[in-house]
Structures are given as C-alpha cells and as structure tokens.
C-alpha cells in the first residue's frame, strides 16, 4: 500500500532563516505531488505541483520554492522565512485516478 | 477556473443524529470527480467519499452518503447516526479530469458533534 511522509512534523524558525520540507511517497511509482498551506482555520492553497522530476509548476508567487530531485520526493524550500510564512503544509500525492491523498502536514512557525 | 462553494461555514449535530454538509460547484466540463474529505483536529486531511461525475448512483461509504446532482451542480454529504470522532473540518473538492492536475477545494464547513 502506498504511504506518504513528511517531515518535520512542527518547527519554529526565526524570521529570515533558510526552510527546508521534504515529503517522501513509497508504495507508487510516477506520482503526481503538490504543496499545499493552510492558514489557521481556512482552506487549502495551493503552491506547487509537479508531474515528474525536475518539473515543477507554480500557483502562487512568493518566497518559496520546491524541487523533486527523484520520484518520490518532493522538497518545499525558502532561502528566507517571513512572518507570512507561517502556516500548515501540507504534502499530497495522486495518480490518473484521481484521488489526492494527503500526507500528516508540517506545522511551521515563523517568529 | 472552476470553483467550488461550502455555504455553511459552521454545523451542529445531535450525536446519533443525522447532517447533510452542502457543496455547489462551478465548471462547463462534463468528466470530472467530486470529492469529501475530512480534517480532524489532527489536520491530516483524510478521504471520505468520492463521486465520479459520469456516474449516476451516488456514492456511498457505510455512514456516508453523497447527493450528486449534475444539472444542479450540488454535491452535499449526509452523515447519518453522527458520532463524536466525526466532528471535524469537512472540504468539498473538485477535479478536472480533461485538465488534470488541479484540485479545487471549498473553504470548509465546521461539524461539531454535540453529545
């Protein structure tokens, strides 16, 4: 069966540090993946997908970035964190079938 | 771009009792999926049901049930015999299956499960 992970699970971080998430899917081969954020109490924003390695597409500009260095990887990246920055990600996974499946989230505090 | 509407941003239930969560959507496409998906404090988002458009039997998973109106755009969730571990955010979400990649989601309405 197919599993997704991310990690952190929660981090505090200082305004204008460097970020780093990476999500991991096993059980699949070929996934589509996405990053997601939530603010408190809100719905879902998409940020980044990408349908194969080194192929990402962007929803929404702004600081962050995101890379997929192999199949199953999938890295949020900021050189520096802003206040804004703060929020829930959220790491998914889908296939041509059409259900997105969603990792346990990141809780990213930015101080 | 296709979008889709959670009109309640709050509901209540008796436990034992039965809701129905509201969702209308917005696309000129007729291929495309339909989804509930559950949030609990937790925030891991977790699949509830899941609709296929060209499908006329609406979907159902033990508890949950959906009622798929195509020429309405109306897609809600009934819960029936509610149980406290359903309290929970619930998000409405939308899939094109012509352009793909893109889920579009609704702000979410917040089920609390009153004992």
């Known amino acids: 069966s197919q599993t997704i992970h991310q990690w952190p699970a929660t981090l505090v971080q200082p305004v204008g540090s460097p970020l780093s998430l990476e999500c991991t899917v096993e059980?699949?081969?070929?996934?589509?993946l996405y990053w997601y954020r939530q603010a408190a109490g809100r719905g879902l924003q998409l940020l980044f997908y990408?349908?194969?390695?080194?192929?990402i597409s962007s929803e929404v500009p702004q600081n962050l970035s995101a890379s997929r260095p192999q199949d199953r990887q999938f890295i949020l990246s900021s050189k520096k964190l802003l206040l804004s920055d703060s929020g829930f990600y959220l790491c998914?996974?889908?296939?041509?079938?059409?259900?997105?499946?969603f990792g346990p989230g990141t809780r990213l505090l930015v101080l | 771009a296709q979008t889709v509407t959670q009109s309640q941003p709050e509901m209540s239930v008796q436990e034992a009792e039965t809701v129905t969560l509201s969702c209308t959507y917005d696309?000129?496409?007729?291929?495309?999926?339909l989804f509930w998906y559950k949030q609990p404090p937790s925030r891991q988002m977790i699949l509830v049901i899941r609709?296929?458009?060209?499908?006329?039997q609406n979907a159902t998973e033990n508890r949950f049930s959906v009622n798929f109106q195509k020429a309405a755009k109306s897609f809600s969730l009934k819960i029936s015999d509610s149980q406290l571990g359903d309290a929970a955010m619930y998000f409405c979400?939308?899939?094109?299956?012509?352009?793909?990649?893109?889920?579009?989601f609704g702000t979410g309405t917040s089920l609390t499960v009153i004992p």
């Open positions: 998914a996974w889908d296939l041509v079938s059409g259900t997105q499946y």
């Open positions: 059980g699949t081969s070929n996934p589509n």
């Open positions: 990408s349908v194969g390695i080194g192929q």
């Open positions: 696309t000129s496409e007729s291929d495309y999926y």
């Open positions: 609709q296929e458009a060209y499908k006329q």
């Open positions: 979400a939308y899939r094109s299956i012509l352009t793909g990649n893109q889920f579009y």
